[in-house]
């Protein structure tokens, strides 16, 4: 019988792309990308059993710095003011509005809060795509809101 025989090389490459594939989106990744997901939270996917299993899930979540929205049950926004959540640029709850700019341009506008007709603006936030900062009045970022990437 033949035994089929694979290089380490290409095996070693193999184990690197299984890697890297699961590892972006494993329960302890804390990254925010932007209209997609906050760590292991996707929008448009993840669904309020998902997140919140057990009675106390929804009042722990939100001791740690994280809230939650839903359209038709699936996740449609995310409030943080947890530091841990970080972009891959590294911006979270913590910076400053300079390195928020420096990370992703000017911003498109001030973050705004409406609810029917009647619309707030929001002073000291910086808004861009699917997400906006808020800032204390010495510059510096302390909550973050996200939205979903998908058509409303």
Not at 64 to 77: A, P, R, Y
Not at 78 to 86: A, C, D, G, H, Q
Not at 87 to 112: D, H, L, R
Not at 118 to 135: G, H, K, P, Q
């Amino acid at each position: 019988m033949q035994r089929l025989k694979i290089s380490r090389r290409w095996s070693m490459q193999y184990i690197v792309l299984f890697f890297f594939a699961f590892s972006c989106c494993d329960e302890s990744s804390k990254e925010i990308v932007p209209g997609i997901r906050v760590g292991k939270y996707f929008f448009g996917k993840t669904t309020s059993e998902q997140i919140f299993q057990e009675s106390e899930d929804k009042d722990k979540l939100m001791n740690e710095g994280i809230m939650f929205t839903f359209k038709d049950n699936k996740l449609d926004s995310i409030v943080l003011s947890n530091k841990v959540y970080r972009t891959k640029e590294n911006i979270g709850v913590g910076s400053t509005q300079e390195t928020v700019i420096n990370a992703f341009g000017q911003p498109y506008g001030m973050g705004e809060i409406s609810k029917g007709e009647e619309v707030w603006r929001i002073e000291d936030s910086l808004a861009y795509d699917n997400m906006i900062f808020y800032c204390n009045d010495d510059g510096i970022v302390t909550y973050i809101l996200l939205v979903s990437n998908t058509p409303k």
